[in-house]
């Protein structure tokens, strides 16, 4: 099992830059494949970015690519979103998840943190 807490939110203004953290407890963390995601008010949650479980791979979604960057240290349990060039419309709660073998959907994800608030401003 695998326990995840972000941190790192906060508001900032529209072209400033911002790095989330997820710490995650368990030993097996090496092996599961991580995931950002986010969810407005009013809307689905939804894929940001993710990561193999070795941090070979890495992808994005469309709206974010460029911008976001996602990264993980097996050694410190921990996966981080590096998000540069923000806009408000990637104002939302961001979510850390874990699954085995990596995915964009929401569905396959088995583990899943609390979630930290990002407001971008105009």
């Known amino acids: 099992q695998v326990q995840l807490v972000e941190s790192g939110g906060g508001l900032v203004q529209a072209g400033g830059s911002l790095r989330l953290s997820c710490a995650a407890s368990g030993r097996t963390f090496s092996s599961y494949a991580m995931g950002w995601f986010r969810q407005a008010p009013g809307k689905e949650r939804e894929f940001v970015a993710g990561?193999?479980?070795?941090?070979?791979?890495?992808y994005y979604a469309d709206s974010v690519k460029g911008r976001f960057t996602i990264f993980r240290d097996n050694a410190k349990n921990t996966v981080d979103l590096q998000m540069n060039s923000l806009k408000p419309e990637d104002t939302a709660v961001y979510y850390c998840?874990?699954?085995?073998?990596?995915?964009?959907?929401?569905?396959?994800?088995?583990?899943w943190g609390q979630g930290t608030q990002v407001t971008v401003s105009s």
């Open positions: 998840a874990a699954d085995q073998w990596g995915s964009a959907y929401v569905a396959e994800y088995d583990y």
């Open positions: 990561v193999s479980w070795s941090g070979g791979s890495t």
